[in-house]
């Protein structure tokens, strides 16, 4: 008799706890909150360029733009932040075309060291200017190829951990190096990255918080396979962007019975895609699990302003009010418009305004409701066969091309 099945048993939420506190060991992006800073802060300061350009692609760059995004409207910051990240050719040059490359510092990231799309930038960017040890730094792994160039340079090498995937580095040096040369205070970064650990670790509120969800989601992953991020303010895109291949890279895995996983994300931002989204949730399948996100102080405020528009009159009652407050009563009414229902799977998180601590908060938080869903679906969250496969073929590809 010979027996194959492709369901787990349930496990239980101490279970799940006692595994990620052993992961501890031997993931290393959950000890990055108690790392010393003053390796990146000394060389900040010795930065003269103006302009910081992150030379990168997936989790090289997201995380960091994800956090200037939010953040650079809100900041009187000494330094310009620039992201090559993609080999459309229209995007490198309308990007290169508008800085001054004698005045950059270019930031070179690649755990590998052998990433195509960033060497090919790199490449390009050598063909205009000279980089060298007085205007480029490598961010890598300590044994990589990119590493060996940079010792044959003499260029400044920050090293990421091998331990450290790309998803979850931004609290490495990949994020920390760049956002403290803009004049971002990264000790405020991981003060909010901090606080959640503590609080998931001493079995607070974050820890009732991330076991529930995480179980639903898996729990229910059949019914509700699509988990969509609400996010209420633009300066939030970045984030969406980030989720999104957090999500989906660590998440769509093959189980240990050999069943395929996964749990599709999507980032929308309102309350723009109210007008589009918002009507498939409401009305659409019941696939989906919406989690919106509100900010609580935009530390902004702009009003609108009463200006009398003949034949709007009965839209008076928008005189005065500030679009703080109209975004978020459009959060509001979204939200209660899916309560309403009573069948669309909802919750929100309040972030309590446009501060460091805030953003670092929700994204190390993301990162542990990660780990913690790919516990439950018996996958490993760090690795990405699926996508290494589509590198080597594509490295064949070029290889054979120019043969």
């Known amino acids: 008799m010979t027996y194959k099945h492709n369901f787990n048993p349930s496990i239980s939420d101490e279970d799940v706890f006692n595994e990620i506190k052993k992961e501890k060991d031997s993931i290393g992006y959950y000890n990055l909150v108690h790392q010393d800073t003053s390796i990146f802060k000394k060389y900040a300061k010795d930065v003269k360029q103006t302009n910081i350009v992150v030379i990168g692609i997936g989790g090289s760059t997201l995380g960091t733009y994800a956090i200037y995004k939010?953040?650079?409207h809100s900041k009187t910051l000494s330094k310009k932040l620039y992201f090559l990240e993609t080999t459309d050719p229209v995007d490198?040059?309308?990007?290169?075309?508008?800085?001054n490359l004698d005045d950059t510092l270019f930031i070179v990231i690649s755990k590998s060291g052998t990433?195509?799309?960033t060497i090919a930038i790199f490449k390009y960017i050598n063909s205009l200017i000279k980089c060298d040890k007085?205007?480029?730094i490598i961010i890598t792994e300590n044994d990589s190829k990119l590493n060996k160039y940079a010792q044959v340079n003499n260029i400044k090498i920050f090293e990421i951990q091998k331990n450290i995937g790309g998803r979850f580095s931004v609290f490495s040096a990949v994020g920390l190096l760049p956002l403290t040369i803009v004049g971002i205070d990264i000790d405020k970064i991981l003060d909010g990255a901090r606080d959640i650990y503590n609080s998931f670790f001493n079995k607070e509120q974050t820890y009732d918080r991330i076991l529930k969800k995480a179980r639903f989601f898996v729990e229910y992953?059949?019914?509700?396979?699509?988990n969509v991020v609400f996010s209420y303010s633009s300066r939030l895109e970045g984030f969406n962007k980030w989720y999104i291949q957090l999500w989906g890279e660590s998440l769509g895995k093959i189980d240990i019975n050999k069943t395929r996983q996964g749990l599709t994300p999507v980032g929308i931002i309102g309350p723009i895609d109210q007008h589009s989204f918002l009507q498939l949730i409401i009305e659409g399948r019941r696939d989906k699990t919406v989690t919106v996100i509100k900010v609580d102080?935009?530390?902004?405020n702009l009003k609108i302003p009463a200006v009398k528009l003949e034949g709007l009159e009965e839209l008076d009652y928008l005189d005065n009010l500030e679009f703080s407050s109209l975004i978020k009563s459009q959060a509001d009414a979204t939200i209660e418009s899916i309560n309403n229902l009573n069948d669309i799977?909802?919750?929100?998180?309040?972030?309590d305004g446009v501060r460091e601590k805030s953003c670092a908060s929700?994204?190390?938080e993301y990162e542990l409701l990660t780990s913690v869903c790919a516990k439950f679906m018996y996958i490993d969250a760090y690795d990405q066969p699926g996508v290494e496969a589509g590198k080597i073929i594509l490295k064949n590809k070029l290889k054979s091309d120019k043969q």
């Open 221 to 226: 992953k059949n019914s509700f396979n699509i």
């Open 115 to 117: 990433t195509i799309e």
């Open 92 to 99: 490198i040059k309308s990007k290169v075309d508008n800085i």
């Open 134 to 136: 007085l205007n480029t």
């Open 345 to 351: 799977p909802c919750d929100v998180i309040t972030m």
């Open 70 to 72: 939010f953040l650079k």
């Open 362 to 364: 929700l994204m190390y």
């Open 297 to 300: 102080d935009f530390d902004n």
